[in-house]
């Protein structure tokens, strides 16, 4: 089993910049590829970013190009995801997720397993 945990939420002013991280465990969690997803109160939840398991190659939702970078780190077994430029709109609880590097990357995949999320909340 893969367990993930984020972290780095908080409370930031709108155009403000946080960075997510999320440490990945368990076997061969360099063979993943992992992505990051959001949830707003009322709303269904939406994908944001992934990221192959090699880190060559990344997905984002339209909404989170130019503002939202994601990353990871195998070494560390790590992924991120920076966000610049944070609006209300972004407030959400974040999670990350993994999905078996067998199939091929993209946002609407089978992503398994399943962190428990990090709150963002944005300022107006």
């Known amino acids: 089993q893969v367990q993930l945990v984020e972290s780095g939420g908080g409370l930031v002013q709108s155009g403000g910049s946080l960075r997510l991280s999320c440490v990945v465990s368990?076997?061969?969690?360099?063979?993943?590829?992992l992505g990051w997803f959001r949830q707003a109160p009322g709303k269904p939840r939406e994908s944001v970013a992934a990221i192959s398991w090699t880190g060559f190659s990344s997905r984002y939702a339209d909404s989170m190009k130019g503002r939202f970078t994601i990353s990871r780190d195998n070494a560390k077994k790590t992924v991120y995801l920076a966000m610049n430029s944070l609006k209300p709109e972004d407030t959400a609880a974040y999670y990350c997720a993994a999905a078996e590097a067998g199939y091929g990357l993209s946002l609407p995949m089978p992503w398994k397993y399943w962190g428990q999320g990090t709150q963002v909340t944005v300022a107006s």
């Open positions: 368990g076997q061969s969690v360099s063979s993943y590829h």
